[in-house]
Structures are given as structure tokens and as C-alpha cells.
């Protein structure tokens, strides 16, 4: 079951990573030079059918192999031992992109225009730097720590 899971996890987390990748690398400075709040419409509205599921099984089987290796769910904050850090960081990079989710899609998309088109780029940015760092927090669980 612990390979199935993993596996799960990391197929997760290849879509929400690579997708942010690709709407940042490509779709977002097009969208900028066009200033054209539609290009990135169109994309969100095609990867959130992959993207979110794929952020919500990420955040089962992460819940899943986190209780796993640290059983105690208060000694996730602990930070007395590696695992225990890893967890707690991953969770509070969980935590800012719901936050940033939740602000992109109650206050920018409904409204998003020419002017608001920067706004939403920050977020993108940041969401994809974050799925990066979720990343290497992942992986620091079986080799190490990056950071």
C-alpha cells in the first residue's frame, strides 16, 4: 500500500508542478505581452480539471505517508526530528497556497482585467516557486535535506 500511495503522491505532484511550470514558463509571459487576461483563463479553466484533483490527492496520500512516518499527529510540529521538520514545513507550504488559491479565486479572476493581469501573475510565480519547494521537501525525506 506505502508504494501505491507514494506513488499517487508523486503523479500529484508531477501535474500540479509541471503544470505550474508550463502556465509560468510559457502561458504567463505570453499572456503578459498580449495583455491578454484570457490566455490565462483559458488555460486555468482546462488545468484546473487535472490540477486540483491532483492538489487533492497530494494532500491525502501526503496526510497518509506523513502519518506514516511520524504516527503522532502533534509531534508533526515538533520539530525534534527531521521527519517531524519536513512535515510541518510542507504543511505551512499547504497552508500559503490555499491561502493564495482562495485569494486568486474569490478576489482576482472574478475581476481580472488588463490592470489586475500583474496581480495574478505574482500569484502564479508564487504558486509555482512553492510546488517547486514542495518538491524538494519531498524528495529531502528519502535523501536529505536540499535546504
Known amino acids: 500500500m506505502y508504494k501505491f500511495m507514494l506513488l499517487l503522491h508523486i503523479l500529484g ?8 511550470l508550463v502556465l509560468s514558463l510559457t502561458v504567463l509571459p505570453r499572456a503578459l505581452k498580449n495583455r491578454s487576461p484570457d490566455i490565462l483563463l483559458q488555460f486555468e479553466s482546462g488545468f484546473e480539471k ?21 504516527p503522532s499527529i502533534t509531534s508533526w510540529f515538533s520539530f525534534d526530528n527531521p521527519n517531524s521538520r519536513l512535515i510541518a514545513e510542507k504543511l505551512f507550504l ?16 472574478p475581476h481580472l482585467n488588463n490592470s489586475s493581469l500583474n496581480v495574478l501573475a505574482y500569484h502564479i510565480i508564487a504558486v509555482t516557486v512553492i510546488s517547486i519547494l514542495f518538491v524538494i521537501l519531498g524528495v529531502s525525506f528519502n535523501i536529505g535535506s536540499f535546504l
Open 13 to 20: 505532484a508531477s501535474i500540479w508542478t509541471g503544470g505550474h
Open 50 to 70: 487535472l490540477g486540483i484533483p491532483a492538489l487533492i490527492i497530494q494532500v491525502i496520500t501526503g496526510i497518509w505517508l506523513a502519518y506514516l512516518r511520524v
Open 94 to 109: 499547504l497552508l500559503i497556497t490555499l491561502m493564495l488559491a482562495a485569494h486568486a479565486r474569490l478576489r482576482i479572476i
